[in-house]
């Protein structure tokens, strides 16, 4: 595995060795071994798989609050999505940046999340699938979110919105920043 840091303290882009022969492709997708050596602690505690029927549906932006510490490794099963993982920690230096990976079944390529950090994905193929390790199982009422479409977080998604949940809709927009907007 080739483990590769981001603009943004805590999240890795895994993209995997593969060796391939006349049979097709083997690639190890996870490694504890490999990832202590990267300094990513991985410890799983659950997986889970999401399905979407429709390119251009929205999942996110979420992130499990204090005191749980969720991390998530994010990989595209079926289909291709970009995963956008924005830093919504006001003590770092990348305050509201986000970070925009493709992910495909195709490039076989993983997003490695720390915890704290918003993270959300948009469907470029029909039927498209997700799976998720993460280190903590979900904690019901520590869920927090960032609106997908907050003109602070300045996010490009690459196709007009198709499907959305409610409650990814009704996220508040950030207050605007001190001379920035009315």
């Not at 399905?51 to 099963?77: D, Q």
């Amino acid at each position: 595995m080739i483990v590769t840091p981001t603009e943004i303290d805590g999240v890795w882009i895994v993209d995997v060795e593969a060796f391939t022969d006349e049979r097709g492709l083997f690639a190890r997708t996870f490694c504890a071994e490999e990832f202590a050596a990267a300094g990513l602690t991985v410890e799983v505690a659950q997986c889970s798989v999401a399905y979407n029927a429709s390119a251009g549906t929205v999942r996110g932006l979420h992130w499990a609050g204090e005191p749980v510490r969720e991390t998530k490794l994010v990989r595209c099963t079926r289909g291709a999505l970009l995963d956008v993982v924005v830093d919504p920690r006001p003590e770092s230096a990348t305050y509201l940046r986000h970070v925009a990976v493709e992910l495909t079944a195709d490039n076989h390529r993983a997003l490695f999340i720390d915890a704290g950090l918003a993270h959300g994905y948009q469907t470029l193929a029909d039927a498209t699938e997700a799976t998720y390790q993460m280190n903590v199982p979900f904690t019901p009422g520590h869920d927090r979110g960032l609106r997908y479409d907050d003109p602070r977080l300045a996010i490009d998604w690459p196709l007009p919105v198709s499907v959305i949940s409610a409650k990814d809709q009704a996220w508040p927009l950030l207050p605007a920043a001190a001379g920035v907007g009315a």
